[in-house]
């Protein structure tokens, strides 16, 4: 991806903004026949790919697992919870251990590569974030989930803009899915899941009145 950057334009009104947002929800069950459509699919992994992350160093890989026979030994390792078979699509959000020098060098070249300019010439650049890294070192795999989330978020949200029902889920084992996946040997390790398709008709939870604290208990104006 080597597209320039373009002024952001209005795409939505507020209104449609929060109908999104109001209709997402943790969805529990899937029909497994609504299947997402390959164009919406392909502007999901998209979506994934432009998620911020500190320095811009994207210290993670996302995991589209296809394969049914992978899907059922990673539900096993989910505590049976059957969205990761019924949802159209399921991701797992991997962090990269031990982020270092290597990561910013790969970094520093894909930089140099995307703005047309030298390596020599982002030296500074390469110095600030691999200070910043070693200042990290004790809690680095820590720091680096924090960025995972934030691609969570950008997926969940973009889902919701699309009309798609999503998941996200903590509730697995992570040793068990770096080991079906071969993600340790990679140098990743799973930090969360999301399974992502249409809800089913008969899902209880679909119509549950939304739980959250009133605005003004969270946030605050200074």
Same mark, same amino acid.
């Given at each position: 991806?080597?597209?320039?950057?373009?002024?952001?334009?209005?795409v939505l009104e507020p209104a449609t903004l929060l109908?999104?947002?109001?209709?997402?929800? @943790?969805?529990?069950?899937?029909?497994?026949?609504?299947?997402?459509?390959?164009?919406?699919?392909?502007?999901?992994? /998209?979506?994934?790919?432009?998620?911020?992350?500190?320095?811009?160093?994207?210290?993670?890989?996302?995991?589209?697992?296809?394969?049914?026979? !992978?899907?059922?030994?990673?539900?096993?390792?989910?505590?049976g919870q059957r969205q990761l078979v019924d949802a159209?699509?399921?991701?797992?959000?991997?962090? #990269?251990?031990?982020?270092?020098?290597?990561? =910013?060098?790969?970094?520093?070249?894909?930089?140099? /590569?995307?703005?047309? =300019?030298?390596?020599?010439?982002? /030296?500074?650049?390469?110095?600030?974030?691999?200070?910043?890294?070693?200042? #990290?070192? @004790?809690?680095?795999?820590?720091?680096?989930?924090?960025?995972?989330? !934030?691609?969570?978020?950008?997926?969940?949200?973009?889902?919701?803009?699309?009309?798609?029902?999503?998941?996200?889920? +903590?509730?697995?084992?992570?040793?068990?899915?770096?080991?079906?996946?071969?993600?340790?040997?990679?140098?990743?390790?799973?930090? =969360?899941?999301?399974?992502?398709?249409?809800?089913?008709?008969?899902?209880?939870?679909?119509?549950?009145?939304?739980?959250?604290?009133?605005? /003004? +208990?969270?946030?605050?104006? =200074?």
């Amino acid at each position: 991806m080597n597209q320039p950057t373009v002024p952001l334009s209005r795409v939505l009104e507020p209104a449609t903004l929060l109908q999104q947002l109001r209709g997402r929800y @943790a969805t529990k069950k899937f029909d497994p026949s609504k299947k997402i459509s390959p164009q919406d699919w392909s502007a999901l992994e /998209e979506a994934l790919v432009l998620s911020p992350s500190s320095f811009g160093l994207q210290p993670w890989k996302f995991i589209a697992v296809n394969t049914p026979a !992978i899907r059922e030994k990673l539900m096993a390792a989910s505590w049976g919870q059957r969205q990761l078979v019924d949802a159209s699509h399921l991701v797992i959000f991997a962090l #990269k251990k031990n982020l270092g020098e290597a990561d =910013v060098k790969h970094l520093i070249e894909r930089t140099a /590569e995307a703005h047309g =300019v030298s390596v020599e010439s982002l /030296e500074q650049y390469r110095q600030t974030m691999v200070g910043s890294l070693a200042g #990290k070192k @004790a809690g680095i795999d820590d720091w680096s989930a924090r960025q995972v989330y !934030i691609a969570l978020g950008v997926f969940l949200s973009s889902a919701a803009m699309l009309g798609i029902d999503a998941c996200p889920m +903590e509730g697995f084992d992570p040793a068990q899915h770096d080991q079906i996946l071969g993600l340790g040997a990679k140098g990743y390790s799973a930090v =969360v899941m999301a399974a992502v398709g249409y809800r089913a008709t008969d899902d209880k939870y679909a119509m549950a009145p939304k739980v959250r604290y009133q605005a /003004e +208990e969270v946030i605050e104006h =200074v």
